[in-house]
């Protein structure tokens, strides 16, 4: 207890005999201990996670232990609720010193309904705190990296375009709140072995390439789980490979020094708030507790290389320190330690009392709890129709026509939108343009054609030649309130993505518990009867997407109903995969006149597009002419008549429709292009068995592709992909049945 005579508070040595003023590269005495007290914060809630897991309180554990000095030098240098934060699991210092506290994370490894990151989604150490701007963390590996990129692009871009910025009634904006600052800096975080997924290196080619604010940090413990780093890094040093990336500040570090980290995040934070580039800093750091409490790491390495790491503990380097420079001596220690104890133990006793969630939560947040694309508000007349009605000519237009209509006059109306993928600018040397010495592509299928022209190379432009890319920073822009509008060149090239489009994009919103969201669209160019396609031009696989939740895929058979749901997509609050067929970007069939600038279709409606009374076939995309074709054959030569059912969208689908016109008819044939195991008619087969076999008078039948792939040969394209006559020969035997 500090006395009148001894006005010093317990523990701190005099300042009177120790430089009091002294400041350790611009950190004061006082921000030491403070220091001191968020690292030791951070490696005793570690400690008491082990001893709750150990007691089966808790469900699993990863320590930031080892780490603590760089989360610390990290959160002083950079500002909560300003810069951005994708950090990794070992970061739990950096969130105690944005704001964080011992109970959040607590709340997060017991599974409290309470923990504000996950309302118990996710595992412990998955950080999601968004009123400090650190974003919803997920388990792989570097998924983050091209996400921080978007999300510091989405900070440039509001810079530009502040109008956009605004909020706005009507559409998802009304519930996307922009926050930009002009100067702020997204932090992302990774360890050595992450740095092996190409997504880092994707990131750092486009960080460097557009100069973005982004500080990356990589912090090198010298294992990934217990392969060492020599086998994941060619050379062994990620500092000697990343060295040739333009426009980079690069710092390599002892990150177990507190003082010194705190120096190189300070320059390099500066450097990326001046606007000069990214930054990276690669941190040696240590991991004294195992990969995690499922880890053992005496199985793969000697205690000498354990005890020689022990040397650098970051937790007692700055203890060292404080009392080497007089200022704390050990009683100060001792005093803030057990305050650090007794505030823990308060919390780990709330943390045991919390509630968990209650099952009935499952499903909440999957999809934008503020705005329904299903609802009938969103059930328009086109614009056309009433010109019709007037006299007015309106010509057809085909359904490339129409998307790139509609996608212009979205961007007219939306200023968040942006545009890009491969080849989807005009030219991205736009000097050419200016000097009219080009026309411009505007995409391989030029379904962007001129947008670039008309809205400008900050809104349109081209991606590098990498998918990931491309939907991982859709991911970031519109974390921060952008509404990207990405274009995949072809269905079959979308794998590269696939990490982001099944373990990102679709679970911002739920694994958040409605913390963030990124509603963006992903356009896609699908499906064969390209004559000469082969097996790389061909593909389907709509089903893959449909079996993920957290994601509309809508896959429309004609212009209209392309622009119609477009529309709804780009003004949706929730992520929309847009399946465009290829080979109905200019077929004759389904053209329409443009329905105008306000013209919208619910998601989850399907279109009869034939009534009738003897047989319903279920069927969407290209399929859809071909099994008209079919039914109409079949009306005139036996008079049978079909109902066909075009569904329009895959997920959320209308249920409904189906079940009204097999109960009418009795008889269902489910047909689509990709191939027949393991496809999307199997989901609607199988419901039509499950909930309406009491009606059907007939198996549920399904004519789909063979299970192969798309052959180049015309005569063999034709055998493999579902034809008219296929069709009629199954809606012929079914209605014989
Ligand atoms: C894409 C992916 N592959 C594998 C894993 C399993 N896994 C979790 S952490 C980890 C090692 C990560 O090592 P490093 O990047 O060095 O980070 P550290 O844990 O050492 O801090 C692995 C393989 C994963 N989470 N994600
Ligand atoms: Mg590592």
């Known amino acids: 207890m500090a006395t009148k005579t001894d006005p010093k508070p317990a523990g701190v040595v005099d300042e009177k005999f120790r430089n009091a003023d002294?400041?350790?590269?611009?950190?004061?005495?006082?921000?030491?201990?403070?220091?001191?007290?968020?690292?030791?914060?951070?490696?005793?809630?570690?400690?008491?996670?082990?001893?709750?897991?150990?007691?089966?309180?808790?469900?699993?554990?990863?320590?930031?232990?080892?780490?603590?000095?760089?989360?610390?030098?990290?959160?002083?240098?950079?500002?909560?609720?300003?810069?951005?934060?994708?950090?990794?699991?070992?970061?739990?210092?950096?969130?105690?010193?944005?704001?964080?506290?011992?109970?959040?994370?607590?709340?997060?490894?017991v599974g409290a309904a309470a923990d504000p990151q996950s309302g118990g989604r996710q595992m412990p150490s998955h950080w999601s705190f968004p009123k400090l701007n650190v974003v919803t963390q997920s388990s792989p590996t570097g998924s983050q990296i091209l996400q921080a990129v978007g999300c510091a692009e989405g900070g440039r871009y509001f810079e530009?375009?502040?109008?956009?910025?605004?909020?706005?009634?009507?559409?998802?904006?009304?519930?996307k709140d922009v926050q930009f600052q002009g100067d702020e800096v997204t932090y992302v975080s990774l360890g050595d072995g992450a740095t092996s997924e190409g997504e880092f290196w994707e990131a750092m080619n486009?960080?460097?390439?557009?100069?973005?604010?982004?500080?990356?940090?990589?912090?090198?413990?010298?294992?990934?789980?217990?392969?060492?780093?020599?086998?994941?890094?060619?050379?062994?040093?990620?500092?000697?490979?990343?060295?040739?990336?333009?426009?980079?500040?690069?710092?390599?570090?002892?990150?177990?020094?507190?003082?010194?980290?705190?120096?190189?995040?300070?320059?390099?934070?500066?450097?990326?708030?001046?606007?000069?580039?990214?930054?990276?800093?690669h941190a040696h750091v240590i991991r004294p507790y195992s990969h995690s409490l499922s880890d053992d790491e005496r199985l793969y390495r000697p205690d000498a290389e354990r005890e020689r790491d022990a040397t650098r503990d970051p937790i007692t380097r700055m203890q060292?320190?404080?009392?080497?420079?007089?200022?704390?001596?050990?009683?100060?220690?001792?005093?803030?330690?057990?305050?650090?104890?007794?505030?823990?133990?308060?919390?780990?006793?709330?943390?045991?009392?919390?509630?968990?969630?209650?099952?009935?939560?499952?499903?909440?947040?999957?999809?934008?709890?503020?705005?329904?694309?299903?609802?009938?508000?969103?059930?328009?007349?086109?614009?056309?129709?009433?010109?019709?009605?007037?006299?007015?000519?309106?010509?057809?237009?085909?359904?490339?026509?129409?998307?790139?209509?509609?996608?212009?006059?979205?961007m007219r109306r939306d200023e968040r939108i942006v545009i890009f993928g491969e080849d989807v600018a005009d030219a991205s040397r736009e000097q050419y343009l200016n000097e009219k010495l080009i026309k411009g592509k505007g995409g391989v299928f030029k379904l962007t054609y001129g947008l670039q022209h008309d809205f400008g190379s900050d809104r349109v432009f081209n991606s590098p030649l990498a998918e990931a890319n491309i939907v991982g920073r859709a991911v970031g822009m519109a974390t921060r309130g952008m509404k990207p509008v990405v274009e995949i060149q072809f269905f079959d090239y979308i794998w590269p993505a696939m990490m982001q489009l099944r373990d990102e994009l679709p679970l911002m919103r739920w694994r958040s518990n409605n913390g963030f969201s990124s509603p963006c669209v992903i356009r896609v160019a699908i499906g064969g009867y390209l004559t000469g396609g082969a097996i790389y031009h061909s593909q389907c696989g709509e089903s893959i997407f449909t079996h993920t939740p957290g994601m509309h895929v809508i896959f429309p058979s004609n212009a209209l109903d392309a622009a119609g749901l477009l529309r709804t997509a780009i003004r949706c609050d929730d992520p929309v995969l847009f399946l465009e067929h290829k080979r109905l970007y200019r077929e004759t069939f389904g053209r329409a006149p443009y329905p105008g600038p306000?013209?919208?279709?619910?998601?989850?409606?399907?279109?009869?597009?034939?009534?009738?009374?003897?047989?319903?076939?279920?069927?969407?995309?290209?399929?859809?002419?071909?099994?008209?074709?079919?039914?109409?054959?079949?009306?005139?030569?036996?008079?049978?008549?079909?109902?066909?059912?075009?569904?329009?969208?895959?997920?959320?689908?209308?249920?409904?429709?189906?079940?009204?016109?097999?109960?009418?008819?009795?008889?269902?044939?489910?047909?689509?292009?990709?191939?027949?195991?393991?496809?999307?008619?199997?989901?609607?087969?199988?419901?039509?068995?499950?909930?309406?076999?009491?009606?059907?008078?007939?198996?549920?039948?399904?004519?789909?592709?063979?299970?192969?792939?798309?052959?180049?040969?015309?005569?063999?394209?034709?055998?493999?992909?579902?034809?008219?006559?296929?069709?009629?020969?199954a809606m012929k035997e079914l209605a014989e049945y």
């Open 206 to 281: 486009t960080a460097s390439n557009r100069k973005l604010p982004v500080l990356f940090v990589v912090q090198d413990n010298g294992y990934a789980i217990s392969v060492p780093v020599e086998v994941q890094t060619a050379g062994g040093n990620i500092s000697r490979l990343i060295s040739g990336f333009p426009n980079f500040h690069f710092e390599e570090i002892d990150g177990t020094d507190p003082v010194a980290s705190y120096a190189a995040f300070a320059r390099t934070v500066a450097y990326c708030r001046a606007g000069e580039g990214p930054g990276f800093i």
């Open 22 to 109: 002294k400041t350790y590269e611009g950190l004061s005495r006082t921000q030491l201990i403070e220091a001191y007290r968020i690292m030791y914060t951070s490696r005793r809630v570690d400690d008491r996670e082990i001893l709750l897991k150990r007691q089966q309180k808790i469900f699993f554990q990863i320590s930031g232990a080892g780490h603590e000095a760089v989360g610390l030098a990290a959160g002083f240098t950079m500002k909560p609720g300003y810069d951005w934060f994708y950090p990794y699991y070992r970061d739990r210092a950096l969130c105690l010193a944005l704001g964080a506290t011992p109970l959040d994370m607590l709340l997060m490894a």
């Open 320 to 410: 060292m320190f404080l009392i080497r420079e007089g200022i704390l001596d050990e009683k100060g220690i001792n005093k803030l330690e057990k305050q650090v104890e007794d505030e823990l133990q308060i919390a780990v006793d709330q943390a045991l009392e919390a509630a968990p969630p209650t099952p009935d939560t499952i499903m909440r947040f999957i999809y934008s709890p503020d705005l329904d694309p299903t609802s009938s508000a969103l059930q328009t007349e086109p614009a056309s129709a009433a010109l019709a009605a007037d006299g007015k000519k309106v010509a057809p237009k085909t359904m490339a026509d129409l998307i790139n209509a509609t996608l212009r006059d979205e």
């Open 598 to 729: 306000d013209y919208t279709i619910p998601f989850g409606e399907a279109k009869v597009v034939q009534a009738g009374t003897d047989l319903t076939v279920i069927t969407y995309g290209a399929v859809v002419p071909r099994a008209l074709q079919a039914a109409q054959k079949l009306e005139r030569e036996q008079g049978v008549k079909v109902e066909l059912i075009d569904l329009r969208c895959l997920n959320p689908f209308d249920w409904d429709t189906i079940a009204a016109s097999v109960s009418k008819t009795n008889r269902a044939l489910v047909a689509y292009e990709d191939t027949l195991s393991w496809g999307y008619g199997a989901e609607i087969a199988a419901r039509i068995a499950d909930k309406l076999f009491d009606q059907l008078d007939a198996p549920v039948r399904r004519v789909a592709a063979k299970d192969v792939f798309v052959a180049y040969q015309p005569i063999l394209e034709d055998a493999i992909l579902p034809q008219a006559e296929g069709l009629l020969r």
């Open 160 to 175: 530009s375009h502040p109008e956009a910025a605004k909020k706005t009634e009507g559409d998802y904006r009304q519930f």
